[in-house]
């Protein structure tokens, strides 16, 4: 059974940071494209930012040079450190599995609200 448990969400005003980490089991982790995703009152999902699994990241132009991705294959573990934080950040965030169309897999989500 495949899980994806994201958390490090919470309440932070603007200018702060927060670190999401999600761990990931029942995948061979080290095989797929991780990826953040995040959704903002009536809003679309959207792309934050995404890590393959050979250290390629990418990310949403909103975000470049705030929230850096990592991974880290001995934990199953992928990281979102969130810089400068904005109002406009605030979504629920995502965590996302990736290895082809029938492999794909998300988190329940968390929680991040920036204000003051």
């Known amino acids: 059974q495949v899980q994806l448990v994201e958390s490090g969400g919470g309440l932070v005003q603007p200018g702060g940071s927060l670190r999401l980490s999600c761990a990931a089991s029942?995948?061979?982790?080290?095989?797929?494209?991780m990826g953040w995703y995040r959704q903002a009152p009536g809003k679309q999902r959207e792309l934050v930012a995404t890590?393959?699994?050979?250290?390629?990241?990418k990310y949403a132009d909103s975000v470049k040079g705030r929230f850096p991705i990592s991974r880290d294959n001995d934990k199953n573990t992928v990281y979102l450190q969130m810089n400068s934080l904005k109002s406009e950040d605030t979504a629920v965030y995502y965590c996302n599995a990736n290895l082809r169309p029938r492999l794909d897999y998300w988190g329940k989500g968390t929680l991040v609200t920036v204000s003051s």
């Open positions: 890590i393959t699994s050979d250290g390629i990241t």
């Open positions: 029942g995948i061979i982790f080290s095989a797929y494209q």
